[in-house]
């Protein structure tokens, strides 16, 4: 029996991943003013050019019930089973909607098999849990087959980024003003990670430029000790930077080109101007 695979926007997988899996991918949305819009309607440049007006900040919501309901009835009308993959519950309401919407399916569809599971990050970290199960569905695999290799993907991850400010996450309550002003005054540049479900401090450096080598040096350790199976490098607002990260630091890690993949808008609102990279590796890190 075929599985079809459900996710959220703020994976960012490239269009020709979405549609090679044939991967259904429901948009979170964007406030800003009196607009609201799917983020995968907004055009990054100009979206990131009026993110500097700090006037007015937009803010992000999780797709609608109704949306999450038609994905998930659209992917098991057939017959078929269906594995959505979200990000984390501790950093959107998206998971909550989606297991209300698996509810509502399932009592009006007694009997189909549909499951949904929680990926404990966003961007490409959730996206390689995404791709493990589409790649799973594309073998053959059952619905719990494809969950179980999403669950080992999320074991072989990391995401490690850098912010060129604290201010955004001082706006959206991620850290608080007096950790924003202390980092500036002090001229601190942390680098985050996400464990468990939520974005921590993996490091402190002194120079942005420490923390890309910083980066890049703990992802050589970890393929060192676990292998790479694969890996993206992202970029929010200035793709310039990133792919110059990507080509002077990443890939001589890799040993071959990196694709560099934008971030959309209801995650780069949050974190503001940065670079990351995420990758899988071939044994368990965690």
Known sequence: MAVHIITDSTNYLPAEDLARFGIASVPLHVHDGDEMRPETEID??????????TRTI???????????????????????EALGIFMSEKMSGT????????GMVREQ????SLAVLDSESNCMQEGFAVLSAAETAQGGGTLAECEAAARET??????LFTPQTLEYLKRGGRISGASALLGSLLQITPILTV???ETTVAAKVRTRAKALQEIASRMRSDVERCGLRRAVVHGIVDMDEAARFGRELIDPVVGS??????????????????????????????
């Open 44 to 53: 990054l440049v100009a979206f990131y050019q009026r993110l500097a007006d």
């Open 58 to 80: 937009p803010t992000s919501s999780q797709p609608s019930p109704e949306d999450l309901v038609e994905a998930f009835a659209d992917a098991t009308a057939d017959g078929a």
């Open 95 to 102: 998971m909550q909607v989606a297991e209300l919407a698996a």
């Open 109 to 112: 569809h007694p009997g189909v």
């Open 154 to 159: 999320m074991r072989r991850t990391r995401f």
């Open 195 to 197: 464990e468990d479900g």
């Open 257 to 286: 080109p990196v694709p560099v993949v934008p971030v959309g808008p209801v995650i780069g609102l949050h974190v503001g101007p940065a670079v990351a990279v995420a990758y899988e590796t071939v044994d368990p890190l965690r």
